[in-house]
């Protein structure tokens, strides 16, 4: 018999993640997938979002796995480092570099990113011409919270921008952390 499915929490970054983003496309075709819901997208106080992403993971237990973009991957690792719980593991996609000076004044205590090693399988997918973060910035954090990264070539912000539509080879990369599971 198949292991039950695990369940998806789905962390946007700044702004949300519009109707055309993958994030919101995967959710349409499964609807069993939650979006964590924040208060404020815009100017989010980061206690704020982890404390969100905490009771999250708490209500979905430890089969779940994350699936961040942008700043949703720096959530990750700020949770991470706040809490101990266990999760089956993350699909974090272009991480945005919270350190950069273009990265946006409005958000708060996103800086510095927590560069400890992650304690669950966790995969970084990466563009070689992410505005938001260097390529050799998103090979630094993956190395630093020991994961898996994947670099898929010119593909932007890896958004809706990209043109990835439902990013298909997205989906296999979840199921790929979810296949792996949680790691010592």
Known sequence: M???ASPVLILPGLHDSGPQHWQTLWMRGRPDYRRVEQADWKGP???DWVA????????????AVLVAHSAGCALVAH???????PIRGALLVAPSD????SYPAEP???APMPLGRLPFATTVVASTDDPYV???RARLFAARWGARLVEIGAAGHI????????????LDLLDEVAARGARP
């Open 134 to 136: 260097s390529l050799d």
């Open 45 to 47: 106080r980061c206690a």
């Open 159 to 170: 958004n809706a921008a990209s043109g990835l539509g439902a990013w298909p080879a997205g």
């Open 79 to 85: 949770w991470a480092a706040a809490h101990r719980r």
């Open 2 to 4: 198949p292991a039950p």
């Open 98 to 101: 919270v350190e950069a000076p």
């Open 52 to 63: 969100n992403l905490d009771a999250a993971v708490s209500a979905a237990g430890p089969a």
């Open 108 to 110: 708060t205590g996103f």
